[in-house]
Structures are given as structure tokens and as C-alpha cells.
């Protein structure tokens, strides 16, 4: 095989951020550990230990992800399937796709037979999703999604 031949065919492609920051003031983080600490002290006043800690934990986890950057991607459709950066999923992994055109954003919404990583959104930003979508049902079921998940929706709520 030349170089020429493993050289794949990209029929589109776009760079995107993994998620789109939601600016938090000062206000949102005294909020925030205000309700972490009311949770707390419930937990301590039930004596229930493990959930105090993992009340702690999660207080933590969620004021990194709330300070956190998004990374940027670059995603394109190819002949042999979806790619993500360097990785590759080929069409046969994907069992379906969607594209949400209703908010800010336009985002794509891809479910995968991968266990860990079973349903992907992907900010699809200013790209012309009615040609993503064209591009994709050459290749993939097109599945309605009706709504968002409720994870998506309470992040969308809390300015998350």
C-alpha cells in the first residue's frame, strides 16, 4: 500500500472546544459551597460518614471542573469513520447520530457500542450541520433525540 493510499479521504472537518465555558462569579462559587456545606453538616449531624467524605470529594471535583479551560478539538468525517484528534471510530462503532440545532450552538449527538463512552456530544459551533448531517447518513443511522440528557440540562441550569 503507498503512502497515497493510507493517506484517508476527510470530507469535512472543524476544530470545537470540548464544552463551552460558562463564566462563574464570585457569587456562583459562594453559592456553591454554601449548599456543599449545608449537605455536610446534615451528613455529619445523621453520622453518616461516608457520605460526608464523598460530599468532600465531589466538592472538590466540581470546583476543579468549574475552574477548567476546555480543550480544543479537531473532529472530521471521513471515509472510514468519525475522528476525534487521531482517534478513530469507525462507522461501524457508532450506532446512531443526531444533531440538536436548538441552542446557542449546534451540537451533534453520536451513540457508540464503546461501554465507557457510549453517547457523545460534540460542539458542531458555526459548521453547517444540514452538510455534517448529509455527510453522516451516507454512513450511520440518523436516531431522533427529542431532549437533552438530564445531566446536560442541570449543567445548562446551574451555569455549569
Not at 465531589?58 to 484528534?85: C, D, H, M, R, W
Request: charged share 25%; hydrophobic share 50%.
Amino acid at each position: 500500500m503507498t503512502l497515497e493510499e493510507k493517506k484517508e479521504k476527510i470530507l469535512f472537518s472543524w476544530t470545537a472546544p470540548e464544552f463551552i465555558r460558562q463564566p462563574k462569579n464570585t457569587g456562583w462559587f459562594i453559592i456553591f459551597f454554601f449548599v456543599a456545606s449545608i449537605f455536610l453538616a446534615l451528613s455529619l449531624w445523621f453520622k453518616n460518614y461516608f457520605f460526608s467524605g464523598l460530599i468532600i470529594l465531589a466538592t472538590g471535583l466540581f470546583f476543579i471542573q468549574a475552574l477548567k479551560v476546555p480543550k480544543s478539538f479537531y473532529f472530521s468525517i471521513t471515509e472510514e469513520g468519525f475522528k476525534i484528534n487521531d482517534k478513530l471510530i469507525p462507522y461501524k462503532e457508532i450506532d446512531s447520530f443526531w444533531i440538536f440545532a436548538n441552542s446557542p450552538f449546534s451540537s451533534l449527538s453520536l451513540k457508540t457500542k464503546n461501554l465507557i463512552n457510549s453517547h457523545l456530544i460534540i460542539l458542531l459551533k458555526y459548521q453547517d450541520a444540514k452538510k455534517i448531517r448529509d455527510l453522516l447518513l451516507n454512513f450511520v443511522k440518523e436516531k431522533e433525540e427529542t431532549e437533552e440528557s438530564f445531566s446536560d440540562w442541570l449543567a445548562k441550569k446551574i451555569n455549569f
